[in-house]
């Protein structure tokens, strides 16, 4: 009896030793991830999350710091932006992975060759206080001579979707760097993120601004005086794409994070938490227009990396160090 107590107790640990674990290094706030992981769990019982949250910024550096040292932790990211997992990507960090689900993305929103996905939409458009007599409809509307010294936004020195912001604009040959040049010289304000930028449209300081659109109409419906557009020319996005580290410990079970994640189930998650979800045929949050009459501008990733460092000292140039 001592022994087959003593075997059954070993099997025990070794079986819960072996236990079908993945850790996540992610930039989502705090409570969309225990909700992402909670979500996970469940419908993969049996596979246990461990978890890492850090703005995208520190995480990558923390992830650096454990590369240089030989031993990176996590199995799978999700992380804010395509333009961080392209350059990993490059630097052959990720692992590819054809998740069954793609096929119901639009082929922009995801690697070809599988290295990264995207989860959710966050676009950057205008925001503006009620208080205004007249409501803006295009981008280039904040560089009317009437609003000098009234807009704000977040600096690309500062904010990733800001600098992705700033690729997708100068990218576009109907505005270009000559529409960041025009910003400037009306004394739009570039400095700090997207959390400042709106505190600033909301109290009227500046009473137009660019910023994600969750934001302002989340705010909006708790009752602050502001608007939200999306500009006739389109938005600029960021999209929360989930990857995997070519050095996963546990490659099958970051798939089926994956999975999960671009999954109809895993999509109407970020519909509940309030995010346009990125697979084709879902609804949006309350508050938004349909996804047909949101235009994406086009953005592609390898070439705001390569661009990003020079995109960065011109921005400078035109706006200070801010």
Request: no cysteine; proline share 5%; charged share 20%.
């Amino acid at each position: 009896m001592k022994s087959f107590i003593t075997t059954a107790a070993f099997a025990l640990l070794a079986s819960t030793a072996m236990a079908d674990t993945i850790t996540l290094y992610t930039s989502q706030p705090n409570a969309d991830a225990q909700r992402t992981v909670d979500a996970f769990m469940a419908a993969n019982p049996g596979t246990e999350v461990e978890w890492v949250r850090d703005g995208t910024t520190k995480l990558m550096a923390r992830l650096r710091a454990e590369i240089e040292a030989g031993n990176p932790q996590p199995d799978v990211l999700l992380i804010a932006d395509t333009v961080t997992l392209e350059g990993m990507a490059q630097e052959d960090l990720l692992t590819a992975y054809q998740s069954p689900e793609a096929a119901e993305y639009d082929a922009t929103l995801y690697s070809g060759e599988g290295y990264y996905h995207s989860t959710k939409l966050i676009t950057t458009g205008i925001v503006y206080n009620t208080g205004i007599e007249t409501a803006p409809t295009s981008w280039k509307d904040l560089s009317d001579d009437a609003i000098k010294g009234q807009i704000a936004m977040p600096s690309p020195l500062y904010s990733g979707a800001a600098l992705i912001h700033l690729a997708t604009l100068t990218g576009d040959e109907t505005l270009g760097w000559s529409y960041y040049e025009n910003l400037a010289a009306n004394e739009a304000r570039a400095q700090g993120g997207n959390g400042g930028t709106f505190k600033a449209v909301a109290s009227g300081e500046k009473p137009y601004g660019m910023v994600v659109d969750f934001l302002a109409i989340r705010n909006k419906a708790d009752g602050s005086p502001v608007d939200f557009v999306f500009p006739e020319e389109g938005v600029s996005y960021v999209t929360e794409p989930v990857a995997i580290m070519s050095s996963a410990k546990n490659v099958e079970g970051a798939q089926k994070f994956v999975d999960f994640l671009l999954s109809d189930a895993g999509q109407n998650l970020v519909l509940d938490m309030g995010y346009i979800p990125a697979r084709n045929g879902m609804g949006v949050p309350e508050g938004f227009p349909s996804r047909e009459e949101i235009k994406l501008m086009a953005f592609d990733p390898a070439e705001a990396l390569a661009n990003a460092e020079a995109n960065k000292a011109k921005f400078a140039e035109l706006f200070g160090a801010q």
